[in-house]
T-cell receptor, first 118, second 111 residues
Framework: AQTVTQSQPEMSVQEAETVTLSCTYDTSENNYYLFWYKQPPSRQMILVIRQEAYKQQNATENRFSVNFQKAAKSFSLKISDSQLGDTAMYFC???????????????FGTGTRLKVLA | DAGITQSPRHKVTETGTPVTLRCHQTENHRYMYWYRQDPGHGLRLIHYSYGVKDTDKGEVSDGYSVSRSKTEDFLLTLESATSSQTSVYFCAIGRNNQPQHFGDGTRLSIL
């Protein structure tokens, strides 16, 4: 069975600094996708970044980037120039095909609560 | 905004009562999902649908049923609510291997 582990329940960072959130996963699949979602206090689930397992190049979205190490099954999120609005719970998620129906299944980590300090 | 509406946003009810949560989408997506979010567990899949009248169980389906009579609506029913079903429930829509988009969630408290 696939598992996703986020080993840092809580983290804090000073505004404008850089922080890295860790995520490891366990799978025997070859075709899968990885995501980071942000959940602010409003409870919305907001997609931050996506990585296809077959791509070696690390994904980047503005201040957000990932370090994808496929052999190590590691998928960390780096937030540069942290802003107060980055304060949220961050979830790492693994997605794979669920069945021949075309559906895909997410497996989520337990989340890292990030607080950006002024 | 991915065009997903969950109703109600909050609900408090008593043990043993039936509860139905509604997910409505305006994106015409084929795939719809129900998750629950609990502290220490992240989000876990309850049921999913791959078309009208086509549904299947996820990893935590016990005590829940779903129905999808129209593309745009996916209902989650707790036939007889228990306190262990107190949670935040999220609906999501997806298109094949694209990221799923989530509704704003329903906070359900069962006393």
């Amino acid at each position: 069975a696939q598992t996703v582990t986020q080993s840092q329940p809580e983290m804090s960072v000073q505004e404008a600094e850089t922080v890295t959130l860790s995520c490891t996963y366990d799978t025997s699949e070859n075709n899968y996708y990885l995501f980071w979602y942000k959940q602010p206090p409003s409870r919305q689930m907001i997609l931050v970044i996506r990585q296809e397992a077959y791509k070696q190049q690390n994904a980047t979205e503005n201040r957000f980037s990932v370090n994808f190490q496929k052999a190590a099954k590691s998928f960390s999120l780096k937030i540069s120039d942290s802003q107060l609005g980055d304060t949220a719970m961050y979830f790492c998620a693994f997605m794979k095909p669920l069945s021949t129906s075309g559906t895909y299944k997410y497996i989520f980590g337990t989340g890292t609560r990030l607080k950006v300090l002024a | 905004d991915a065009g997903i509406t969950q109703s109600p946003r909050h609900k408090v009810t008593e043990t043993g009562t039936p509860v139905t949560l509604r997910c409505h989408q305006t994106e015409n997506h084929r795939y719809m999902y129900w998750y629950r979010q609990d502290p220490g567990h992240g989000l876990r899949l309850i049921h999913y649908s791959y078309g009208v009248k086509d549904t299947d169980k996820g990893e935590v389906s016990d005590g829940y049923s779903v129905s999808r009579s129209k593309t745009e609506d996916f209902l989650l029913t707790l036939e007889s609510a228990t306190s262990s079903q107190t949670s935040v429930y999220f609906c999501a829509i997806g298109r094949n291997n694209q990221p799923q988009h989530f509704g704003d969630g329903t906070r359900l408290s069962i006393l």
